[in-house]
C-alpha cells in the first residue's frame, strides 16, 4: 500500500538557518503530496500543497516541489524563526475515492533563538 | 467558522470505563475522519465517513472501538472498555469530498488518559 517516510527527528537548529527535512513516499499512480504542521498543543494544519509532478507548493516562507523521478517532496525554508518550532507531516492522497491521507511519522522542529 | 470542534479536550478514566469523545465538523463538509496520534505509532487513521456513512473502519484497533455518525454535525467515537493503551490524542478532521483534492481541516484534540 501507500507509505510516506520522513527523516528522522527531532531536529534543532539556530534561528535564521536553512531548513529541510526530508520526504520520500511509495504509492501507485499520481498522489498528491502535503506538508501539514502541528503547534504544541494544537491539531494539525495544512502548510503547503501539490498535486502532480514537479509542482511546488509554498507558504509562509516553506516550500517543497513534487519530484516524482525521485519520489520526493522535501520541505524547505531559507531562514527559520523560532515561531517554526512545531512538528511537521509530510502526506500523500490518492483524489481518486475517499482521499484519505497516508501520513509520516512526523519529524519535531526546535528553534533556538 | 468556529473549525472542528471537539469534546472534551482532555479526559482521564480509568481501566475498564466506558469513554465517548464528541466532534462537530466544520459546517457544509461531508466527509469526517478519526485519527489517533501516539509517541509510537504516529498518526493513525482509525475510520472515515463520507455523506455520514462509514466507508472504511479497518483501521480500528479492535471491537472495543467503535465510531458513530448520526447526521451531518455530529459524530462519536466510544471506547469500551478502555485500557491504558488506549492512551492516546483522538483527532478528529473534516473536509469537503469532490473531484479533486480538499484540504482536511483537523480538530484540537481529545488527550485521553486511561489509569
Known amino acids: 500500500g501507500d507509505s510516506v517516510t520522513q527523516m528522522e527527528g527531532p531536529v534543532t537548529l539556530s534561528e535564521e538557518a536553512f531548513l529541510t527535512i526530508n520526504c520520500t513516499y511509495t504509492a501507485t499512480g499520481y498522489p498528491s503530496l502535503f506538508w501539514y504542521v502541528q503547534y504544541p498543543g494544537e491539531g494539525l494544519q495544512l502548510l503547503l500543497k501539490a498535486t502532480k509532478a514537479d509542482d511546488k507548493g509554498s507558504n509562509k516562507g516553506f516550500e517543497a516541489t513534487y519530484r516524482k523521478e525521485t519520489t520526493s517532496f522535501h520541505l524547505e525554508k531559507g531562514s527559520v524563526q523560532v515561531s517554526d518550532s512545531a512538528v511537521y507531516f509530510c502526506a500523500l492522497s490518492q483524489i481518486q475515492g475517499a482521499q484519505k491521507l497516508v501520513f509520516g511519522q512526523g519529524t519535531r522542529l526546535t528553534i533556538n533563538p | 467558522d468556529a473549525g472542528v470542534i471537539q469534546s472534551p479536550r482532555h479526559e482521564v478514566t480509568e481501566m475498564g470505563q466506558e469513554v465517548t469523545l464528541r466532534c462537530k465538523p466544520i459546517?457544509?463538509?461531508?466527509?469526517l475522519f478519526w485519527y489517533r496520534q501516539t509517541m509510537m505509532r504516529g498518526l493513525e487513521l482509525l475510520i472515515y465517513f463520507n455523506n455520514n456513512v462509514p466507508i472504511d473502519d479497518s483501521g480500528m484497533p479492535e471491537d472495543r472501538f467503535s465510531a458513530k455518525m448520526p447526521n451531518a454535525s455530529f459524530s462519536t467515537l466510544k471506547i469500551q472498555p478502555s485500557e491504558p493503551r488506549d492512551s492516546a490524542v483522538y483527532f478528529c478532521?473534516?473536509?469537503?469530498?469532490?473531484?479533486?483534492?480538499?484540504?482536511?481541516?483537523f480538530g484540537p484534540g481529545t488527550r485521553l488518559t486511561v489509569l
Open positions: 459546517s457544509g463538509h461531508n466527509s
Open positions: 478532521a473534516s473536509s469537503l469530498l469532490t473531484n479533486s483534492y480538499n484540504e482536511q481541516f
